[in-house]
């Protein structure tokens, strides 16, 4: 399942991201927010990326104006690898080599066409592993205070 949370500037096309998702049987569930009223970007962050942590969601697709801020406070949340993506190259990557768990995109930098792409992406390209294992147990190192070099 994937978890789906926006901000206000963000709400737009997370609404048409939920249609995608629909019109492809993928199951979600959102966590807000729910209509173009101002709404914090670090609560629905939380919020949805509480659930990837707790293992109730598999990924987050998480929207904010650019993707930027919804990506910091995500990141912020233990166990977290988000990544603010606006090209295929990056949103195919950050799952092949970082294993990120989490997809930030911008209403204001992108439009819904590019946004579909990037999530069929994200959502479908599985993590290689391998010598990219190493440099995600020293994302967790880092996470968990510890030093890498």
């Known amino acids: 399942m994937i978890v789906l949370g926006s901000d206000h500037a963000g709400f737009p096309l ?3 991201i939920k249609k995608h998702l629909e ?3 993928i199951e979600f569930v959102d966590v807000g927010c729910y209509s173009p009223e101002r709404y914090d970007y670090a609560i629905a962050a939380q919020k949805a990326c509480d659930m990837v942590i707790s ?5 987050a697709i998480l929207c904010c104006g650019t993707g930027i801020g919804i990506s910091m406070a995500a990141n912020k949340v233990k166990g977290i690898r988000a990544a603010a993506c606006s090209d295929y190259f990056s949103a195919k990557y950050t799952r092949l080599h970082n294993d990120a768990n989490c997809l930030c995109l911008g ?3 992108i439009g819904c066409g590019l946004a579909f792409e990037l ?6 390209t599985e993590f290689e592993g391998g010598r990219h294992q190493t440099r995600v147990d020293q994302i967790t190192a880092i996470e968990n205070g510890e030093k890498v070099y």
Request: charged content about 45%; hydrophobic content about 25%; aromatic content about 10%.
């Open 23 to 25: 019109d492809n049987g």
């Open 14 to 16: 997370k609404e048409e």
């Open 55 to 59: 293992g109730e969601a598999k990924k």
């Open 107 to 109: 209403s204001r930098v």
């Open 119 to 124: 999530v069929d992406t994200f959502i479908y």
